[in-house]
Structures are given as structure tokens and as C-alpha cells.
Antibody
Framework: VQLVESGGDLVKPGGSLRLSCAAS????????MTWIRQAPGKGLEWISY????????NYADSVKGRFTISRDNAKNSLYLHMNGLRGEDTAVYYC?????????WGQGTLVTVSS | DIQMTQSPSSVSASVGDRVTITCRAS??????LAWYQQKPGTAPKLLIY???TLQTGVPSRFSGSGSETDFTLTISSLQPEDSATYYC?????????FGQGTKLEIK
């Protein structure tokens, strides 16, 4: 199993960003996928998940209405579209495989929100 | 949201010691609890899921127990490589939530 995140960058408050997670070495369309983030020096925060077909999603209150999770099973890819970014969104963002617990994680991609 | 509270926040123990970390949920979560180990600069590693099921490949010195609101992670004989931060995570109610972490240091 391999998960590789990309798209992290320095962005100004109020800006937008799209993170990607490229999955390989497993049947991507069989699994729920999740985004989890970790602010610098802080703990883990679950932020969103998406069902295997993409038909069901759920979000943490801290990102609801600003972030959108999506997937393209034909491309074995997971996405996180982030709008209205705030300083408190600064974190390493991980994609992880699974619905309830996460045995496989990517290496993370850093999003920094600062003017 | 369900609050997950870990104790202690940090612990220092010697090689060979038995170490226990507790996680308390603000409401019952049945057995929907997982434990992770995270070393600096790396992604978390799943140790235990469903409160007490050992993830494949995880050493048997790690064990988990509990249900509803009170859970424990036990390391039966501490090894140097166990120095890390440990997190619990509930998956009973959205949004899923993590504990604040327990930093384990080796004396």
C-alpha cells in the first residue's frame, strides 16, 4: 500500500488550495479514505472522510463548509479542496486508508497559511 | 463532539517496565477505539483497533482493553524503540476525535 500526498504550499489567509493523495498497490475503489491533519507541535485532528464510491462524506465542524473531500476512482486519487483558509489550518495533512481506523498513512503534505 | 482525554500527558519509564496509558471518552463509544504510535517526523502507526485487536505486525508487548468510556494501552515490557507519542481515537460518533497524546520517554 502506498499513499503519496501533494499540493501543500504557503497560502495567504482566505486563499484556496487543493491537496491530492495518489494511491497505489491496492484496490482504491474498495476503501473509504480519510484526511487527518496535525498542526505544528500539536496532536492529530480528524477532518474528513469519503466512502468507497464517493457517495458519502463527513467533515469536522472546524472545516465544514470550507473544505470538500472528493475522489476519482479511475485515477486512484483522493482530493481535499480547501477554501477560506485560516491561520489555524496550518498543519501537515495526511491521507489515510480506512473508515474507522487507519493502518496506512501517507507521508503528509504541509499547508502553511500566512500573510 | 466526544472528548477523548488521555492520561498521563507524559511518562518516563525504564526499559523492561510495564507502562499503562489510559484514555477516557466523554460518552460511551462501545469498542470503537484505536491506538496509534507516532515518532517525530513520521506518520502515526496503528497499534490497536476495536479497543483490543492487535494490528498485524505490531509486537505482542502492546495490548489494549476497555469499552464504553474507559480504555487502556499497555506495554508489557518497555523497549527503547517504544519512545514515541501515543494517541487514542474514537470512531463511534462523528466527528471522530483523537486524544491529546501521551509522550513516552525512556529513562
Amino acid at each position: 500500500v502506498q499513499l503519496v500526498e501533494s499540493g501543500g504550499d504557503l497560502v495567504k489567509p482566505g486563499g484556496s488550495l487543493r491537496l491530492s493523495c495518489a494511491a497505489s498497490r491496492f484496490i482504491f475503489s474498495d476503501y473509504y479514505m480519510t484526511w487527518i491533519r496535525q498542526a505544528p507541535g500539536k496532536g492529530l485532528e480528524w477532518i474528513s472522510y469519503i466512502s468507497d464510491t464517493g457517495g458519502y462524506t463527513n467533515y469536522a465542524d472546524s472545516v465544514k463548509g470550507r473544505f470538500t473531500i472528493s475522489r476519482d476512482n479511475a485515477k486512484n486519487s483522493l482530493y481535499l479542496h480547501m477554501n477560506g483558509l485560516r491561520g489555524e489550518d496550518t498543519a501537515v495533512y495526511y491521507c489515510a486508508r480506512g473508515q474507522y481506523s487507519y493502518a496506512y498513512w501517507g507521508q503528509g503534505t504541509l499547508v502553511t497559511v500566512s500573510s | 463532539d466526544i472528548q477523548m482525554t488521555q492520561s498521563p500527558s507524559s511518562v518516563s519509564a525504564s526499559v523492561g517496565d510495564r507502562v499503562t496509558i489510559t484514555c477516557r471518552a466523554s460518552q460511551g463509544i462501545r469498542s470503537w477505539l484505536a491506538w496509534y504510535q507516532q515518532k517525530p517526523g513520521t506518520a502515526p502507526k496503528l497499534l490497536i483497533y476495536a479497543a483490543s485487536t492487535l494490528q498485524t505486525g505490531v509486537p505482542s508487548r502492546f495490548s489494549g482493553s476497555g469499552s464504553e468510556t474507559d480504555f487502556t494501552l499497555t506495554i508489557s515490557s518497555l523497549q527503547p524503540e517504544d519512545s514515541a507519542t501515543y494517541y487514542c481515537q474514537q470512531a463511534n460518533n462523528f466527528p471522530y476525535t483523537f486524544g491529546q497524546g501521551t509522550k513516552l520517554e525512556i529513562k
